[in-house]
């Protein structure tokens, strides 16, 4: 079975940082491209951040720069580091495997002002 769980969602005041880690369980994770996605009220779900299974990484326009996304293969482990949080930062955010049908229960940030 395919678990993928997300922790270290909070509260945070604008100009905060927050980690996000995703832990995977029941896949081989090494060969899976890994991302995170997040999807604010009444708004689409996008992709924020994505690594590769070599470990090359990418991100949305809105968040180069302040966010990093990291692997940890031997841990099983994704995580997101967030820096300079804004409010529009503010979502819920997902890790999947991407390319699959396998995604978190989400974990919700939010950045006040």
């Known amino acids: 079975q395919v678990q993928l769980t997300e922790s270290g969602g909070g509260l945070v005041q604008a100009g905060g940082s927050l980690r996000l880690t995703c832990a995977a369980s029941?896949?081989?994770?090494?060969?899976?491209?890994m991302g995170w996605y997040r999807q604010a009220p009444g708004k689409q779900r996008d992709l924020v951040a994505a690594v590769t299974s070599s470990g090359s990484t990418n991100y949305a326009d809105s968040v180069k720069g302040r966010f990093t996304i990291s692997r940890d293969n031997a841990k099983n482990t994704v995580s997101l580091q967030m820096n300079s949080l804004k409010p529009e930062d503010t979502a819920v955010y997902y890790c999947?495997?991407?390319?699959?049908?396998?995604w978190g229960q989400g974990t919700q940030v939010t950045v006040s002002s």
């Open positions: 999947r495997a991407i390319n699959t049908r396998y």
């Open positions: 029941g896949i081989i994770f090494s060969i899976y491209h």
